[in-house]
């Protein structure tokens, strides 16, 4: 901007200015690229759902998160109207995108808000099976951190389990073919604890994070039972590099029962099978299959320690 331009510029009024502005701005959005669409009426509430995952933690575990302190008897019926009012929310939420679904794009409101109550519905009644692989998780939790004093300190403080009890919701939406919800709900879980677990990656009961933070698994990844896991694994693609002709393919490990990744330790690829009962051990980068009963060792140079008192 030479210096008349500017001289000029600022011999505006800073009304006229801004309405330059605004003006420069609003005529950016009508080129047609993605970041200028503006239906907004296909798009879930980010706050909504986070308020949902909140509730929804409550019904999962209803001793633990609660808004006051009740009696069983009123606790109970109270919990029956929680979970009547987070069907309602869900159900809203549902029927917003489920625009973004081929099979309800074309669909009248009202058959959208009928498929909306169905799939609510569903969701409800998978609670019981997220809440039986939950407790499983706690489990091993317990049983794996001898640094945990019981298992309340555990639902009560653990990211490892937040992130994982967010999973297990995420997982079944995503089972269920609803859009964009089970992602936004993973990443408000990555956002409060490090721990990004796609929601489409299936994960076997007695799943144990431990310390959390740096975890990366992807949506193609398969883990069997009693794995243990620690911060900053990865659980990757080999390569993305061929982008969305990726898309549905395999790209992600299959982690079989009873394996330990270590801190740091990277399992990529989707051919890549951890046989059960290995050890995956911190820093290590696995690309190929390793056999059952195996231990994977990262051999570095000796410390030496020198000098001290005299």
Avoid: W
């Avoid at 987070?86 to 939420?93: D, F, I, N, P, T």
């Avoid at 089972?175 to 936004?184: F, K, S």
Wanted: aromatic share 8%.
């Amino acid at each position: 901007m030479s210096e008349n331009t500017y001289e000029k510029e600022n011999n505006r009024t800073v009304e006229e200015r801004i309405e330059a502005l605004a003006e420069l701005i609003l005529s950016d959005y009508d080129k047609g690229r993605e970041i200028d669409r503006m239906d907004f009426f296909g798009q879930p509430d980010q706050d909504a759902v986070n308020e949902i995952i909140r509730k929804l933690l409550m019904i999962l575990y209803p001793g633990y998160y609660r808004d006051v302190f009740y009696r069983e008897r009123t606790a109970r019926n109270r919990m029956a109207v929680l979970i009547e009012e987070v069907m309602y929310s869900l159900r809203k939420q549902f029927e917003i995108v489920l625009t973004n679904d081929p099979a309800y794009r074309e669909a009248d409101k009202d058959a959208r808000k009928a498929a909306a109550q169905e799939k609510a519905l569903e969701f409800f009644s998978r609670i019981p099976k997220i809440r039986e692989y939950l407790d499983t998780d706690i489990d091993a939790t317990f049983d794996g951190d001898p640094a945990a004093c019981d298992k309340i300190e555990i639902v009560l403080a653990y990211p490892g389990l937040y992130a994982t009890t967010i999973h297990r919701m995420a997982h079944e939406l995503y089972l269920m073919g609803i859009p964009y919800i089970p992602r936004m709900m993973s990443e408000h879980a990555h956002s409060v604890t490090g721990v990004d677990i796609h929601p489409g990656a299936t994960i076997g009961k007695y799943f144990f994070i431990d310390h959390a933070t740096g975890i990366v698994i992807g949506e193609t990844s398969e883990i069997g039972e009693h794995v243990k896991v620690y911060q900053g694994v990865t659980v990757g693609a080999l390569s993305t590099k061929d982008g969305q002709a990726l898309h549905g393919v395999k790209r992600h490990p299959t982690i079989e029962d009873n394996v330990t990744l270590y801190s740091g330790a990277s399992v990529l690829g989707g051919r890549t099978v951890i046989g059960h009962d290995s050890v995956i051990g911190g820093s290590a980068f696995v690309t190929e299959s390793i056999a059952p009963y195996t231990h994977v060792l990262v051999k570095t140079e000796s410390t030496v320690v020198t000098g001290g008192p005299k």
